[in-house]
């Protein structure tokens, strides 16, 4: 979406990378003039898609380009309110999800009740609206809310450096020797 709104262009969001962009512009845009139907209502599982909502506010994003008569690549008027939608609409489809997740192993036994986790990692943990969100959900529902740093929350790479550092320092799970391990480059 940030690449499609042409952000790098955009005078606040030089540099930045395209969710922080994106949430750097929802902060002052109107999350109600835009309403985009959320991803795979219809199915009651626990997979996220974003390929509909993608074409949903990608029409969008050209109905609005004719109307205000500009070129693809050119910044429109309304950038902001498209980011806080878009925004919206995301946190909304990751928080019904992992709800719907967290049921799922409460149900089935697979947490126990007393240590139930819920852990955040990766480029939208770094995104303070999604993060508030998931922090509220995981305290409505007894779950410890763990997350690292935003300045972490960049790369998987990091991230799960990171998680390694910390099963190192516990001692859990590390494997000491490497014999009788098998990876296999792409």
Known sequence: VARRLSLRKHPECHGMAGGKAIEHLAQSGNRHQYKF??????????????????????????????EEGIQEGEILSCVQDIAAAVQH?????????TYRAMLFCMKNSILSAKNAALVVSGGVASNQYIRKGLQALADANDFAFLCPPPRLCTDNGVMIAWNGIERLRAGLGVLHSTDGIRYEPR
Request: charged share 25%.
């Open 37 to 66: 139907r959320l991803p795979m209502q219809h199915y009651r599982n626990c997979d996220f898609s974003f390929c509909g909502l993608q074409n949903l506010v990608n029409k969008a994003i050209v109905e609005k380009e004719k």
């Open 89 to 97: 609409a995301v946190a909304v489809h990751i928080f019904q999800r």
